[in-house]
């Protein structure tokens, strides 16, 4: 059987090429072009004719040129061949694949006959070079990986998504556990510092000392100056790593009540960090937030600091951090609101009989929490749990929990997933018996339940009642073909809003038509697509875009898949919490519905694009599945 051709270059005459300027001149990015730099452009390439079926661009092959579209029509088709986009006129065939200097990751087919102007990589990259507007638009098809190499302009990364590295005082002054007091006193005062790390004689760090230790442990007690360090310190201090962010340094600092906190990796200091290090990058509107958590006394205190959480958000976003962190970061309040409820909660009923674990499942245990969020929450007891004398205590602490989140604006989980539910609060070896069910028996609502309590984090109490079941639950999953299934055909239930002619599937009726849903046609499907590579790699993080990497690390995503669905999943995130920020900003309640008509045609485009990345990999996903 004959292959549909398409005819060879031909250099454009003068009538030609003003009637290729004047088309490409009234669509977007080269209507951002001056008329001689966008002439000069379309003289560079050459026009060329497909017939209806001909291949311009195939799976796995490099890309030498960039097609774009002059009239007709090209459906791109994943390696499994299912239709993942189509490129209308005015679009470019081959982008991708150009700038990311890497194989193509579809088969491009005109669908009709259809005409293209086919521009040379090295001219592409020579109009990037010379136009930085047009160079933006492109930019989101490069690789995540590329973007972060690149040099940063100064005050981009800051405040609060600023890694501690740049905040911390490096080379901290430290001395040995056998240092009498007065020496270290002197050492403080001589260089104006108010604390000292410890170090053993091998250079691990062992211990803090600061000013208070010694007001409170040496002076306090009458003590002499010869007692040794290792008598006033405080062992086995906390520690963050240098790449950690300034807010988890906050969260931490704030909760626990810290002036300064060691910054060490694999147990040797880098660094020290205190409050004047924070309020120097100007985020004690962030701390204090934080830090009120901790001290209100009541229900009605905490709902009156976290009415100021969209305020954080949008101080967040504006900074510049990215949206895995504003994720993080908003999560972090979630985290601190659970537990100080939970301190609240025993001290209005004592005591716990038994050890337990509180956990968040959904978006707070994948720490991707945004402006409009529920709550999804269990309890773990321990193996010594008995229902008939330790059931009411934790029924009333799950209550009194469950009932302030929803006052502090974490609404009840719709499908009550939340520890005031008896069956999300039972002891660990009920817990194993749950996943070892849904995993032997995996029916498609216990393959819903088990996708949920895939993510689960702890957030307090005794973190060892979790540890063993997830290693046990993610090894006997990666096992069960039969179990794989079902989660691949859970993850394939929400799909990117694309319609077959590369538009936006809008929905069509009620208080949010024409809009997409950010969420569950957006994030929701990403987040799906990562539990199953996890699942494949037994790989036990929880947040979407560390299980993404890791899966990358363990080889069950392609390291170009990998980068292609990262820089997807920051663009829908991103533009979700853009979302959510303007409608604070104007007074309204966030919500995760957006107009794409409320987009430029730059953000259209891109957002299109990262639909399109997603719908091929669940194509992938799906095959393989068919194909096992």
Known sequence: MTQPASRPAEALPDAALERARAFLARHHPFDLLDREALAAFVAAGAVREHAEGAVLLRHGMPAARVEIVLSGAIDAFSGEGERVTRYAPGEAVGARAVLRDKPSSVRAVAIEPTRTLSVPRADFFGLLAANPAVDAFYDRLRAAAARRAAPRESGVEIGLAAPLSDVMTPNPIAVSPDTPVREAAALMAERSISCVLVEDGEGRLVGLLTTGDLTGRIVARGRGADT????????????????ALVYDAMVLMSERGFGHLPIAREGRAAGVLTRTNLVRRQTVSAMYLLADIAKARDVAGLTGVVAKLPELLVQLVGSGMPAHRVGHAITGVADAVTRQLLKLGEERLGPAPTPWLWLACGSQGRREQTGVSDQDNCLILDDSYEE?????????????????????????????????????????????????????????????????????RPIAGEARLHEGLQAETLAAARKNSIFRAHMIANSLKHTPPLSIFRGFALIRSGEHKDAVDLK??????????????????????????????????????????????????????????????????????????LKPSSLSALQRNHLKDAFGVVKGLQAALAHGRAAG
């Open 228 to 243: 040794p360090v290792s008598d006033a310190m405080t062992p086995a201090p906390e520690t963050l790593a240098p790449d």
């Open 388 to 456: 008939a004398r330790h059931g009411a205590y934790f029924a009333d602490l799950a209550r009194f929990v469950s009932d302030g989140l929803d006052a502090c604006g974490y609404y009840f989980c719709p499908g009550d997933m939340m520890a005031t539910n008896s069956k999300w609060r039972q002891p660990a070896r009920v817990w194993r018996s749950y996943f070892a069910g849904w995993i032997a028996r995996p029916d498609p609502m216990a393959q819903m339940l088990s996708s949920v309590m895939f993510d689960l």
């Open 520 to 593: 569950h046609s957006g994030v929701v499907p990403i987040v799906d697509l990562a539990r199953v590579y996890a699942l494949d790699g037994a790989i036990p993080a929880v947040n979407t875009r560390e299980r993404i990497l890791a899966a990358r690390e363990a080889g069950t995503l392609s390291e170009s898949g990998a980068a292609d669905l990262v820089d997807a999943y920051d663009l829908i995130a991103e533009t979700r919490l853009a979302h959510q920020a303007t409608q604070v900003r104007a007074g309204a309640k966030p919500d995760n519905f």
